[in-house]
């Protein structure tokens, strides 16, 4: 019984290495199978942030990897069943990306699914992103519309928040200028 949980645990650094190389290669950080998004550099976050570009390939290329589905180079050859399931994996991460990127700016108390690693939002997706999705991102007391979202529904709130979402990118831009 030792040896298929050892081979599992082998399959899984394994697919945490091939998922990460891109990402270590370009970032120049350290990431493994407990990497947080509360432990990536601020400038790592402000590129993946931005969801075009090269930033959609690191997300992708993690996704892929970590799903045996190859590189992120190849996302174009999966079939449309892989291709749509990458993709919604891809939209779940690229969500906790911005709400990281808002918390660490102020306006974000705390946000679903924060305190579990890359790792396991990619590989517990289908069991976490309902739940998590289901949840809304706590706005900060210190947020000047605080009070007003205070009285909101959850739908009004999850509103409000992901109207947040253009003016933390323009904040991003303005932070990539000066990291």
């Known amino acids: 019984m030792t040896e298929v949980i050892e081979l599992e645990k082998v ?62 180079f190849e996302f174009t050859e999966l079939d449309p069943k892989e291709k749509m399931a990458v993709m919604d994996q891809y939209l779940f991460l690229l969500d906790r990306i911005r709400f990281e990127f808002m918390k660490r700016l102020g306006w974000l108390e705390a946000y679903p699914g924060e305190e579990f690693s890359l790792v396991e939002l990619v590989l517990r997706f289908e ?16 947020h000047s519309a605080y009070e007003e979202y205070r009285k909101m529904s959850a739908f009004e709130k999850e509103e409000m928040v992901r109207k947040l979402i253009p003016k933390a990118l323009k904040e991003i831009e303005d932070h990539s200028t000066t990291l």
Do not use: C
């Open 11 to 72: 399959k899984l650094d394994l697919a945490v290495r091939r998922g990460y190389r891109n990402w270590k290669s370009q970032f120049q950080e350290d990431f493994g199978p407990d990497t947080r998004l509360s432990d990536i550099s601020t400038k790592t976050l402000s590129l993946l942030a931005h969801g075009k570009d090269k930033s959609t390939f690191y997300l992708f290329d993690l996704v892929m990897n970590l799903r045996s589905l190859g590189s992120g």
């Open 127 to 142: 069991q976490m992103a309902p739940r998590l999705q289901a949840s809304v991102p706590l706005l900060s007391r210190n």
